[in-house]
């Protein structure tokens, strides 16, 4: 790219140009950036920052806290509450929502996110990330905000993203418009665009999913992956290649660069559950970018982005990633 373009010309531009970014979302977007700065910071910190390690604390989902899943948290509540921008907030890892205070002025739009994704890597120095979604305060939902505003399925995200912080700490967004690639330059302190109108390829030769669970999934997800595995020999005729980061951030960047199928799906550990991935916080905003950039997302039988959430921490099935590959497992789902 011959001129360097910053996010925040980015998002000017869009706001001034195609019309596609209100002012109080652009500053939404801007401030969620800047978080994802200064947690990208703590993070290359380190243990010289005694930032690793577990906390004495729990989250909604029974999971033991790590010291960056609640640093990352508030630095993303401390950034947004004041700016007049937001109405409210989720997080993975608060039990409920948080409302911006009184004392500062509400604005119209809903923030969820995981503020630290794949926390069981942040020890041993592999990639981690934030995710972020965002929605519009139903209109006619009265003056509060209650939980109830933020059941809406993810095909009415506003915008979506992730960062990723790994050899480079890259932002990577969606307004609707396909998929945009930010890389932060620590020298200026300011992310740069790099990537423009991402495209995930319809096909691939690399699938994403933990086979240490094998034994518990469900027939259709066992019949891809032993189809894959068979190889050239098999029916599909080629030999597949598998990744698995335990970072949802890492590896749907992998797919976004590349392509690939990821697949956390339903198991018999837990039949009750749907999944282990939440619905609000990582699959709704990867759906979105995957299908901005081409590609699809399924829960197996239907589309992530029509799924009506009842509850806040809800999970799901994912498979998302190189739309054919996402189509079959689909369809075998659909076969039963
Ligand atoms: P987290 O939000 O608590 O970090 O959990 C989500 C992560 C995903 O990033 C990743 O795909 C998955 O959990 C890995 O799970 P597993 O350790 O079962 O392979
Ligand atoms: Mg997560």
């Known amino acids: 790219m011959s001129q360097r373009i910053s996010l925040t010309r980015y998002l000017v531009e869009k706001q001034r140009v195609d019309g596609h970014i209100p002012s109080q979302l652009r500053l939404l977007i801007e401030v969620v950036a800047r978080s994802c ?38 630095v993303l509540i401390e950034a947004n509450e004041w700016g007049g921008h937001l109405a409210a907030m989720a997080s993975e890892e608060m039990d409920s929502i948080y409302l911006v205070p009184n004392r500062y002025p509400q604005g119209e739009y809903l923030l969820l996110f ?22 519009k305060k139903p209109e006619g939902s009265g003056a509060g905000v209650s939980e109830a505003d933020f059941l809406q399925p993810g095909s009415k995200q506003v915008a979506a993203g992730y960062c990723v912080y790994g050899p480079q700490t890259t932002l990577v967004l969606t307004v609707g418009d396909g998929v945009a690639m930010f890389t932060l330059d620590r020298e200026q302190g300011s992310f740069v665009l790099t990537q423009e109108d991402v495209k995930i390829p319809a096909d691939t030769k690399e699938f994403a999913i933990n086979m240490s669970n094998m034994r518990h999934w469900d027939t259709p997800v066992k019949r891809y992956i032993d189809e894959c595995l068979q190889g050239k020999e098999g029916p599909r005729g080629k030999d597949f290649n598998m990744r698995w980061i335990a970072s949802m951030v890492a590896d749907v960047h992998r797919i976004l660069t590349r392509g690939g199928v ?6 018999k550990r837990e039949p009750e559950k749907p999944g282990k991935l939440r619905l609000m916080y990582e699959a709704n905003p990867m759906a979105w970018l995957v299908e901005q950039a081409g590609g699809a997302a399924t829960n197996g039988r239907e ?13 799901v099935s994912v498979i998302l990633g190189s739309k054919n590959e996402v189509d079959r497992i689909t369809a075998y789902h659909r076969e039963g």
């Open 37 to 74: 700065k200064s947690i990208s910071h703590a993070v290359n910190k380190g243990a010289l920052g005694g930032v690793l390690g577990s906390a004495d604390s729990e989250n909604v989902q029974g999971e033991v806290q790590k010291k960056l899943d609640i640093i990352a948290n508030e």
């Open 114 to 135: 995981d503020p630290l994704d794949g926390s069981s890597n942040i020890d041993v120095n592999v990639s981690i990330g934030t995710i972020f979604s965002v929605l």
């Open 262 to 267: 990821f697949m956390y799906p339903w198991d």
């Open 303 to 315: 589309r992530i982005l029509d799924v009506n959430p009842t509850k806040l921490h809800e999970r």
